[in-house]
């Protein structure tokens, strides 16, 4: 699948807060300036094309529903960041977040235990 646009995220991220729409439905839920319908019809299936989005046709009529599950995406995109920035080292990663200061030593330690006593 290829790497979504910022606006192509938003449109996304729209279908998998609130589920199947219609185009003048997921218009209605964008913020202002709102795209034009005709606008907004052509990237929904550019969207559907690339395998992002599925419909159900209701006479004339398309109501659109997102075609992959929310957390897929973001594995996707975590790996794809992983893979391009870290050598596919998720060990590399984790270190450059622990050396930023993002995440503590002492959180990892919580992670570990917490994943360590549900069994995994």
Known sequence: MKRLTKKEEEIMN????????FVK????LCPEPRP??????TQVRLLELEGYLRHREYGATYQYYAA?????YRKEKLDNVVSR???KSYLRAISSLVRDEKVSVEEL????EST???GR
């Open 14 to 21: 729209l279908f998998w807060d609130h589920g199947d729409l």
């Open 25 to 28: 439905e997921l218009r209605d």
């Open 36 to 41: 034009h319908i005709n606008t907004l019809s």
């Open 68 to 72: 992959i599950p929310r957390e897929d």
């Open 85 to 87: 920035y870290f050598g």
């Open 109 to 112: 330690r919580s992670l570990i």
């Open 116 to 118: 360590e006593s549900n």
